[in-house]
């Protein structure tokens, strides 16, 4: 699998847009870019997925760049709740690995007030 | 819906002890995992089962962790005899397999070995 490489934390102020960065310069073509995040205290939460468009759920934004290298989920009106480690994980859909998730440090996004 | 269920929530207990942490997957989801987390090797999967099946346990420490899934609904992570080292919080989680890698977490077992 890709390894990614995300930064080790980043700040956002209450109510502005929280980009956070990916790079996964090795990503293959059968993989997808997945983005859990964990709020202190629970279980990691899925939040979206792509492969080469961009894409957008009811939490969160993903733009995966055209060469697929990197990625940015967008948060785009983080609250304080969205404080949490956020995983970028770079997995692809089939072979004995399917379902498998390696987890890095992720980066530690604190929204504050 | 009900998100996945794990049981207990926290335990304390003495070295040597068997310890047995409990797993309900979400309803007609057929993968199951058992992760770890600890501060110092952050998440690591433990094993997975397919259809109750295992498929992959090479995750697993050694052979005082065993782990079981009798049917779809329910899973066992079981450590005999436990270890101080052993203190960290277990997951359970939970995915439909044709949902890829979309995987649904519980809120994890607290285990601290004294």
């Known amino acids: 699998d890709a390894k990614t490489t995300q930064p080790p934390s980043m700040d956002c102020a209450e109510g502005r847009a929280a980009n956070l960065p990916c790079n996964h310069s090795t990503i293959s073509g059968n993989e997808y870019v997945y983005w859990y995040r964990q709020i202190h205290s629970q279980g990691p939460q899925y939040i979206i997925h792509g492969l080469k468009n961009n894409e957008t759920n009811e939490m969160a934004s993903l733009i995966i760049t055209e060469d697929r290298k990197s990625s940015t989920l967008i948060l785009p009106h983080a609250t304080l709740r969205d404080t949490a480690v956020y995983y970028c994980?770079?997995?692809?859909?089939?072979?004995?690995?399917?379902?498998?998730?390696?987890f890095g440090q992720g980066t530690i996004l604190t929204v504050h007030p | 819906d009900a998100g996945v269920i794990q049981s207990p929530r926290h335990e304390v207990t003495e070295m040597g002890q068997e310890v047995t942490l409990r797993c309900k997957p979400i309803s007609g989801h057929n993968s199951l995992f058992w992760y770890r987390q600890t501060m110092m090797r952050g998440l690591e999967l433990l094993i997975y089962?397919?259809?109750?099946?295992?498929?992959?346990d090479s995750g697993m420490p050694e052979d005082r962790f065993s782990a079981k899934m009798p049917n779809a609904s329910f899973s066992t992570l079981k450590i005999q005899p436990s270890e101080p080292r052993d203190s960290a919080v277990y997951f359970c989680a939970s995915r439909l397999q044709e949902s890829g890698n979309t995987i649904y977490f519980g809120e994890g077992s607290w285990l601290t070995v004294v």
């Open positions: 089962f397919n259809n109750n099946v295992p498929i992959d």
């Open positions: 994980i770079v997995r692809s859909a089939g072979g004995t690995s399917y379902g498998k998730l390696t």
